[in-house]
């Protein structure tokens, strides 16, 4: 109850709203978010796959903990590019905005549902476009958020998550070309 009464407040004044939540500092919310975002992943690739509840299960795991691990590298990014500009901030209020954000990967659930409804209408291909449309609005709500909070230019608090972003999308294609060189090892 408490999550649709932190909504309607955000409905209502969105600056009074993140700065309650952010104050507030509730890990439990965060976690919440970050818990609809594992979902809105899984759900989006494994509907319609015939995978097993176990398997599942084992996915939402295993996602679970790489959302909350990529909140924590964002979060503590972000906070120290916040820092260079001088500005007042934690990386725990960070971590909570982010993972308000993680509602926004619900809308996955929905094109993937619609999409299973309807497999003659081949939605599939419009996947990579609603991946697409939930990141820019996930970017768009926490640079919102950050621009609210903080009181910054949103060039700044644009930077501030693409500064966040990068060292990740670095780790994951070194990842990535490691994981090429182990399977090109084996072979």
């Given amino acids: 109850m408490h999550l649709l009464k932190a909504y309607f407040d955000y409905m209502n004044s969105p600056e009074k709203a993140l700065h309650a939540l952010l104050e507030e500092r509730s890990f439990a919310q965060a976690c919440m978010g970050y818990f609809a975002a594992t979902l809105g992943w899984v759900l989006f690739f494994n509907i319609g796959s015939g995978a097993t509840a176990a398997a599942i299960l084992l996915k939402i795991m295993v996602v679970f903990v790489a959302e909350l691990t990529a909140g924590y590298f964002l979060a503590s990014f972000c906070g120290l590019y916040l820092d260079f500009l001088k500005v007042e901030t934690s990386p725990a209020k960070l971590f909570v905005l982010i993972g308000s954000a993680g509602f926004i990967k619900g809308l996955l659930i929905a094109f993937a549902l619609i999409s299973a409804a309807f497999p003659a209408a081949r939605l599939v291909w419009l996947s990579p476009l609603a991946l697409l449309l939930v990141f820019g609005?996930?970017?768009?709500?926490?640079?919102?958020?950050?621009?609210?909070?903080?009181?910054?230019?949103?060039?700044?608090?644009?930077?501030?998550?693409?500064?966040?972003?990068?060292?990740?999308?670095?780790?994951?294609?070194?990842?990535?070309?490691?994981?090429?060189?182990?399977?090109?090892?084996?072979?």
Wanted: aromatic share 20%.
């Fill in 137 to 187: 609005l996930q970017l768009g709500y926490l640079t919102r958020g950050i621009k609210r909070v903080y009181n910054i230019s949103y060039p700044r608090a644009l930077g501030a998550w693409l500064f966040a972003f990068v060292p990740m999308l670095v780790a994951l294609g070194l990842l990535f070309v490691f994981m090429c060189w182990g399977l090109m090892l084996l072979f």
